[in-house]
């Protein structure tokens, strides 16, 4: 094992609590909110050193979002912060055309972070995948929790 990565705590969620937008509802609001809360608190328990997420920013920007959920977190309790999925041009540039492929680049950025402890927010989809990719390469994962707004809609 040629990188520093250990273990990596993930978390499983609806893409769409991982931003904030002006027009949406209370109880949107209160559920990004909450998963910002348990991020927090979670990478404190743990003494995480990244709080990472499959996101990319310009989704932020396609989505006019006013906040980043993962990010926002890392700000509150002082951890720095990683978005690791390929955005559209790499993902073309560098063939990056299955779930598998995005999982590897994901990885890689882990890697390439240097750190040791990473929560990492996914798509609920790659929970067991992604856990799997890491094991193999002799990280350690442990499931905290999954179905963040599994409700969501907008």
């Known amino acids: 094992m040629n990188h520093n990565l250990h273990v990596v705590y993930l978390v499983g969620v609806n893409h769409q609590i991982q931003f904030t937008k002006t027009n ?5 609001k209160a559920d990004i909110q909450a998963l910002e809360d348990y991020l927090v608190t979670k990478s404190n328990e743990l003494n995480i050193d990244l709080l990472a997420e499959e996101f990319f920013e310009e989704i932020l920007e396609m989505n006019h979002a006013t906040g980043c959920t993962v990010r926002d977190a890392a ?3 002082e951890k720095p912060h990683l978005f690791c999925d390929a955005t559209n041009l790499e993902r073309e540039s ?3 055309d299955t ?3 995005r999982e590897n680049f994901w990885l890689e950025n882990l890697k390439k972070s240097g750190k040791s402890s990473v929560l990492f927010v996914c798509g609920s989809d790659h929970l067991t995948s992604f856990s799997n990719k890491l094991n193999a ?6 499931e905290l929790s999954d179905g963040w707004g599994a409700g969501m809609y907008v």
């Open 24 to 28: 949406w509802g209370p109880e949107q």
């Open 99 to 101: 779930s598998d492929k």
């Open 94 to 96: 560098l063939g990056i």
């Open 75 to 77: 700000h509150r309790c």
């Open 137 to 142: 390469q002799g990280v350690e994962t442990n």
